[in-house]
């Protein structure tokens, strides 16, 4: 893992709310003009930013909740660049 994001923090953006939409049985983003459906492994890691857990520490808590899982680092992190790239969320 980069030890650069290790330590960051991530952020949903405050023009997005993440929200478990039960019709639909997945996590959202909504946003004003409408809505992100998110499949279960982006749900699952924006589900831990909380603005409280680092990268690490999102990547721990999912590896422990899948420890059938292989190394989940390297996909977490480019979860979490994308979402960056689309303003979703912000690393600090």
Not at 26 to 41: I, R, T
Not at 76 to 91: G, H, I, M, P
């Amino acid at each position: 893992m980069s030890a650069l994001l290790s330590d960051k923090i991530p952020t949903i953006n405050a023009m997005f709310r993440l929200q478990w939409e039960e019709a639909q049985a997945c996590f959202v983003l909504l946003y004003p003009e409408g809505m992100v459906q998110l499949n279960g492994p982006a749900g699952e890691i924006l589900s831990l930013v909380d603005g409280q857990n680092s990268v690490a520490q999102i990547i721990a808590l999912l590896q422990k909740k899948f420890p059938e899982a292989d190394d989940l680092a390297e996909d977490v992190l480019a979860f979490l660049r994308e979402a960056q790239q689309n303003q979703w969320l912000s690393l600090v």
